[in-house]
């Protein structure tokens, strides 16, 4: 309890709205009753650290959070970024310590240091005290949170189907927004619908349809919900969403993408069992596929999320020899998933032409006993979370927007693992 009354009070000196300018998150030094530091930054957001690292100006951090928690999520980038882990217990029971651990690892340095909490609130308190001994301070608004749920968009070059690829680059997930003309349809989507509102705004689109190549287990999907918004078609495969509990428009195995006239026939699906019964790839303009969670650049979707990783990894590997790999060399491969930003090319996106993968992804050169020997050996828990996110997208349950955002906090773990 003196804990929260401290924490409240030294967010109401430094954190309220009377004090600091909340487009900047700079104190006013005329409304402000600390008596330190003034007309300094006391916030970053996520874009803003993101766009720090891809600039390779990176600011040192520090991760607050548990030490479990530190090791299984953090703040990742293209290029090195340097994180101190202290919990956040450690600056209550001995702030002068822990104050001397971080400017002992600062070793004179004077940098910009960003601190990080799961939801930003422990890492204002946190912020708050290294400010307190003069040291540039700023927390990381919204926490491990708000670098899940931001996303950059990048243009991969295509025609006539338009192709726009939306990573959530915290969490590693991948969405699409096609188009051709002003029509649009969108490619598994996160819950943000807002961001996908005003992208298509932004671009001139109308949102004909919005596909989910598979169930979804490690986040919570927006296509329900987008395509009612919109009163569009939401298409799925019957394997995954025979039982869901909204309409969806079925998937047909190699047929043409059709809105009831509209004809998007440069875009076809083909059914790809093997992370899931249903999951389905899209092939774009005979040159793009987009394979859900059936191939990534670095790997396979895992075929254990239902504890039949032996038949599932079956149908995985026949997927894999017998439908993606006569597709060309030049196909490029857009995954749902990414697992980390090193799989990321120069200009940011996520893509592999298939026959590199053909070369460098063991999964796609493995035979079949192997590959379901991998696949049972490899098969593991799953976070707790992936059960109930499964049934909220079946429509079969919801929650508000904090209960989902801690529903599904962390990089996603959708890969097969690999333990060579
Ligand atoms: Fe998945």
Redesign the pocket.
């Known amino acids: 309890m003196i804990l929260l009354a401290r924490v409240t009070a030294l967010a109401g000196v430094h954190g309220d709205a009377g004090s600091r300018d909340p487009g900047m998150g700079v104190c006013d030094p005329n409304n402000c009753t600390r008596p330190y530091n003034h007309g300094q930054r006391m916030i970053t957001t996520a874009r803003e650290l993101y766009q720090q690292i891809q600039a390779r100006r990176p600011p040192l951090l520090l991760d607050v959070r548990n030490e479990d928690e530190f090791a299984r999520w953090k703040v990742e980038g293209a290029h090195p970024v340097e994180t101190l882990n202290l919990p956040y217990f450690a600056f209550v029971e001995d702030e002068p310590g822990s104050v001397a651990k971080v400017k002992d690892w600062l070793a004179g340095r004077a940098p910009e240091l960003v601190v990080i909490c799961a939801k930003g609130g422990s890492s204002e308190f946190v912020a708050e005290v290294l400010r307190g001994h003069s040291l540039s301070a700023q927390n990381l608004e919204g926490g491990m949170i708000a670098w899940g749920g931001q996303t950059v968009r990048s243009e991969i070059p295509s025609s006539p189907v338009r192709v726009l690829q939306i990573l959530r680059f915290g969490k590693g997930c991948l969405s699409y927004v096609l188009s051709a003309g002003s029509d649009a349809v969108i490619v598994d989507p996160h819950r943000h619908m807002d961001e996908y509102g005003a992208l298509l705004h932004e671009h001139g689109l109308r949102l004909r349809a919005v596909i989910d190549t ?1 169930l ?3 986040h919570v999907s927006g296509a329900p919900a987008l395509a009612q918004s919109a009163s569009v078609p939401c298409f799925g495969h019957r394997d995954d969403f025979e039982h869901a509990s909204f309409s969806f428009e079925p998937i047909t195995d190699r047929a043409p993408l059709r809105i009831g006239a509209l004809d998007l026939a440069p875009v076809r699906f083909l059914h790809s069992p093997g ?1 899931t019964p249903g999951s389905t790839s899209l092939l774009v303009n005979d040159k793009l596929l987009l394979t859900g ?1 059936t191939l990534f650049v670095g790997g396979v ?1 895992r075929p254990d999320l239902a504890g039949k990783a032996a038949e599932w990894g079956r149908e995985l590997h026949r997927t894999l020899q017998e439908r993606l790999r006569p597709l060309g060399d030049d196909v490029l491969v857009l995954p749902a998933h990414s697992a980390g930003p090193q799989e990321a090319r120069a200009d940011g996106t996520v893509a592999a032409p298939l026959g590199a993968l053909r070369q460098r992804n063991p999964a796609l050169r493995t035979d079949a006993a192997t590959f379901v020997e991998e696949a049972v050996r490899s098969a593991g828990a799953a976070p707790e979370a992936y059960a109930r996110i499964r049934e909220a997208n079946m429509g079969h349950w919801s929650a508000s927007e904090d209960e989902l955002a801690e529903l599904e906090f962390g990089k996603n773990e ?1 890969a097969m693992a690999r333990r060579h």
């Open positions: 598979h979804h287990a490690d992370h969670d979707g959708c």
